[in-house]
């Protein structure tokens, strides 16, 4: 084993970019030779000083690279090279992608995704896709410079709920929740200002939000949700102007927010004069009714929701309800980031929800969710998880000694792909909870789905030790 070490530097970028870099130009320059075993992760991590989470992110960004590779109970090594190691090399932008890998090698069980499940969506689908093309050829031809009511009915029908309806005209059609997130971000804030997100979150918005010249705040949550005094805290101290909240099935801890502490934080958001992005895309799957925060809020909420999760992530239909008088704005600003709606899909998720069909395939998706997550429930009985019976996802807490970034690299080696924490931590964070994100929803069948929950149940029983060069 080496004893090589990097010279880090402070305030030079992300520390897991700045060591995978520092790797990649030894690798380059010969001080690191194929065949050389680089430090295990512990052992790194106390050397230089910085969490086990970094080290495991730099070792991953290498091996996507090609420049090393592990073996089981051997280390991680440096491989042969027969080109130059910048032919290989992937673009500087990779780190901007969390901590998915960006293609998925053929075989694997993807248990890394929480996209609705495929229960035959296409039939419906080539029906009214069949109608659009005969009905609006010119549309079709063009740009979508209109903005059909019946797009805006979609949007109302399909956010509603728990006895709440926005407003038609509130409504704007978006490319996905995610592009109304940027939207709304585009919409109401400046380069500069202060974007709050819990400390497990969705972290593309985050990341988004970075790119964007905003400057993301991170708040501890507790019990799996945003704690409506820490919320007051980060609101007194560093003043942010908009706020990214899950209430309903959060995204990854799979918890909803109650609703005294909804009422609460809308409190301190009037006070402190804070707009809420309200992101209900797993809220489609719930069975409760959960009191809105556009309903305890409309002047400050914009309330997002799409398909992805519930009828077909293919479409990429989604809607955000506004405060009233910003709805042109948000708008706007969706051209502006997105290049707009595409009109045959706009159309083709409007004509989902106004005929039903999207009601009938979400039925449909609820029903083999809730026998997935019973699965999964038998498989871990006696395991520490959070999940609910409509989650298309569980989060799981690794029995001790395993890290979460050790974790996902022994399952990807057994084939199966999960998420670690660090997907979903939107900076950076010396709080680690060891717990990983197992979606349940891609395999295409309960069998393939059980043989990769079996693979995770056996390797958690399994002494890591023999894994540790992997994180």
Same mark, same amino acid.
């Given at each position: 084993? !080496? ?43 106390? #050397? ?23 073996? +089981? ?11 130059? +190691? ?6 500087? *932008? ?19 995704? *929480?996209?609705?499940?495929?229960? /035959? %969506? ?12 005969? %009905? ?14 019946? $797009? ?5 029908? $399909?956010?509603?709920?728990?006895? $709440? ?8 059609? *978006? ?5 109304? &997130? ?10 500069? #200002?202060? =974007?709050?997100?819990?400390?497990? !979150? ?17 708040? %501890? *949550? ?19 102007? @908009? ?24 409190? &301190? ?11 209900? =895309?797993?809220?489609? @799957? ?17 309330? =997002? ?25 948000? @708008? ?11 009109? &045959? ?5 409007? %004509?989902?929800?106004? !005929? /039903?069909?999207?009601?009938? =395939? ?21 395991? #520490? ?16 000694? $395993? ?15 999960? #998420? ?6 939107? /900076? ?7 717990? &990983?994100?197992? /979606?349940?929803? +891609?395999? !295409? ?27």
């Amino acid at each position: 084993m !080496t004893n090589w070490l990097p010279n880090l530097e402070p305030g030079k970028g992300p520390l897991y970019l700045q060591l995978a870099e520092r790797i990649e130009s030894d690798i380059a320059e010969g001080v690191l030779a194929p065949g050389t075993k680089l430090p295990p992760q512990r052992n790194l991590a106390f #050397d230089i000083g910085v969490t086990i989470g970094t080290v495991g992110r730099a070792y991953n960004l290498i091996r996507e690279r090609g420049l090393v590779s592990g073996e +089981v109970g051997r280390g991680t090594y440096v491989t042969e090279r027969k080109e130059p +190691v910048l032919d290989q090399s992937v673009p500087r *932008t990779e780190a901007f992608g969390g901590t998915r890998s960006a293609t998925v090698e053929p075989g694997k069980i993807r248990l890394d995704s *929480t996209a609705a499940i495929e229960v /035959g %969506q296409s039939d419906a689908m080539a029906r009214l896709l069949a109608g659009i093309t005969r %009905q609006y050829p010119a549309e079709i031809a063009s740009y979508s410079r209109t903005l059909p009511v019946s $797009w805006q009915a979609a949007g109302r029908r $399909w956010l509603s709920a728990a006895g $709440w309806a926005p407003e038609p005209s509130s409504i704007v059609p *978006t490319l996905g929740a995610h592009s109304a &997130i940027l939207a709304v971000i585009a919409a109401v804030t400046v380069p500069g #200002d202060r =974007i709050a997100f819990e400390d497990l !979150t969705y972290c593309s918005a985050a990341r988004s939000v970075n790119l964007m010249g905003r400057r993301s705040i991170i708040m %501890q *949550t507790e019990d799996g949700y945003l704690t409506p005094g820490d919320f007051e805290r980060h609101c007194a101290q560093q003043h942010p102007k @908009l706020v990214f909240l899950m209430p309903s099935l959060h995204n990854p801890t799979a918890v909803t927010m109650p609703e005294d502490d909804r009422r609460a934080i809308v409190d &301190i958001a009037r006070r402190y004069n804070v707009w809420i992005i309200e992101d209900e =895309i797993y809220g489609s @799957l719930t069975r409760h009714d959960h009191v809105k925060i556009a309903e305890l809020a409309p002047e400050r909420t914009f309330h =997002i929701g799409g398909l992805s999760k519930s009828v077909a992530a293919g479409v990429r239909g989604g809607w955000v309800a506004c405060p009233p008088h910003l709805s042109a704005r948000v @708008l706007t600003a969706h051209k502006m980031v997105s290049g707009g709606v595409p009109f &045959i899909m706009t159309e083709l998720g409007a %004509q989902l929800v106004n !005929t /039903g069909e999207a009601d009938a =395939i979400r039925n449909e998706v609820c029903s083999e969710v809730m026998a997935r997550e019973a699965v999964a429930r038998s498989i871990f009985a006696g395991m #520490d998880f959070a999940s609910q019976a409509f989650s298309p996802f569980l989060w799981m807490k690794l029995p001790d000694p $395993w890290l979460s970034g050790t974790f996902k690299n022994a399952a990807l080696n057994e084939g199966v792909l999960i #998420d670690d924490e660090d997907e979903f931590k939107p /900076g950076r964070s010396e709080k680690a909870f060891h717990r &990983i994100r197992v /979606g349940l929803t +891609v395999p !295409t069948t309960r069998e393939e789905l059980s043989q990769g929950l079996s693979v995770l149940r056996r390797l958690m029983e399994t002494d890591n030790a023999s894994y540790d060069s992997y994180s």
